[in-house]
């Protein structure tokens, strides 16, 4: 570089964080992130009969509850951390309830209280909350269930029901746990690996192994490998990862999406991307042999 083009550049870059400093001086941080926009809430025929905004975490303190909310958010917040005799791997709740479960199409929480009880086909019966919740554990985190009656399961609990607001039983808030995809695709697992390598591996590494921070925590979660989700994962099914990735994956700042980037990829990039890590080695699961009994298994069971 001649000293000349030095200089423009050290212009340049004076400019740029000058510019950045006014940025932050004009956009004084809050504590927390803005209310939302308005979201409908539906009746069982679909019809709007009011609206939903995104709670601000900071109108938490003002619960008679809030103790156990805020345990709950930081429990899905930092699970690997708080939780270690619960979760046998790299992983938290909202690693992929993506937002803290306040986002569409990243498996939010919104609608979570008001759903359960509910039918479960992969355990072929009604199921509470409580037990939805010890599924994630046992199979997304590769863990042990807590006791439905322990503070901590409270707390989640607590947390989620807290997130509904006044949405009440019968009605819904007009999100999606997951966006759609082509179930007709097939996928190809060798296309998936050059989409992985140049669409996820900066973050997740070029092993899927993630990356950790100095504290030894997670800052990018792996994707395969002894800390990942086991093979009775949702996520470990092809079309449901697909439905993960196209909508949520990769994140990035500034856009839309549930956190960012979302859209980047069509439904079969995402499928194959999808294919490509979730065959990639992970723990088994040993309670697979009660799954789908006496049901038509899904084409994506890995079981
Ligand atoms: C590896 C990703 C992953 C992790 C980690 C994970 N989950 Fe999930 N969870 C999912 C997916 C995907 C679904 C959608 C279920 C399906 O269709 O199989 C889900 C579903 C749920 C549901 C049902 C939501 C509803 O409205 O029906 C609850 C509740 C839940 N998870 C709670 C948790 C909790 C609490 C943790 C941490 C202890 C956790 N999850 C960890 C991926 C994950
Ligand atoms: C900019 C960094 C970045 C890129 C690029 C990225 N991810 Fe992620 N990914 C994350 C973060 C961060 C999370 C955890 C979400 C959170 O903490 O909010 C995550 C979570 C996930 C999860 C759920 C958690 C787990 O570990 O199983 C999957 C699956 C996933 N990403 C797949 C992908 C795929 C496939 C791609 C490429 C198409 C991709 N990601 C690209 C940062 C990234």
Redesign the pocket.
């Given at each position: 570089m001649t000293s000349r083009s030095l200089l423009f550049s050290g212009i340049a870059i004076t400019a740029i964080i000058a510019a950045g400093g006014a940025f932050i001086l004009m956009h004084q941080p809050t504590l927390d992130a803005p209310v939302g926009d308005a979201i409908a809430v539906l009746d069982a025929n679909g019809k709007r009969i009011g609206d939903y905004r995104v709670p601000a975490d900071s109108t938490i303190a003002t619960e008679p509850n809030a103790e156990a909310i805020l345990l709950g958010k930081r429990l899905l917040n930092e699970t690997a951390r708080l939780l270690p005799a619960n979760v046998g791997n790299g992983?938290n709740c909202?690693?992929?309830h993506?937002?803290q479960g306040k986002l569409s199409d990243a498996n939010p929480y919104i609608n979570t209280t008001n759903t359960y009880p509910s039918f479960n086909p992969r355990a072929n019966r009604e199921i509470e909350l409580s037990m939805r919740i010890n599924g994630c554990l046992q199979r997304s985190m590769n863990g042990k269930p807590l006791a439905a009656d322990s503070t901590e399961m409270h707390a989640m609990l607590s947390y989620m029901n807290w997130l509904r607001q006044d949405v009440v039983k019968g009605t819904k808030v007009a999100v999606r746990n997951a966006g759609p995809i082509d179930e007709s695709l097939v996928p190809d697992p060798q296309r998936g690996r050059t989409?992985?390598a140049a669409?996820?591996a900066?973050?997740?590494g070029a092993n899927g192994q993630g990356m950790k921070d100095q504290a030894g925590d997670y800052i990018?979660?792996?994707?395969w490998g002894d800390d990942?989700?086991n093979i009775g994962a949702g996520?470990a099914r092809t079309y449901k990862?697909a439905q993960?990735?196209k909508y949520a994956?990769?994140?990035?700042m500034h856009l839309n999406a549930p956190?960012g980037a979302g859209g980047v990829?069509s439904d079969q990039d995402a499928l194959d991307?999808a294919e490509f890590?979730t065959h990639m080695p992970r723990p088994d699961f040993a309670g697979k042999v009660n799954d789908w009994k006496g049901l038509k298994k899904p084409k994506d069971a890995r079981y």
């Open positions: 992983l909202n690693s992929c993506m937002g989409i992985y669409q996820c900066a973050c997740h990018f979660p792996p994707l990942s989700f996520l990862a993960f990735v994956m990769p994140p990035a956190l990829l991307v890590f």
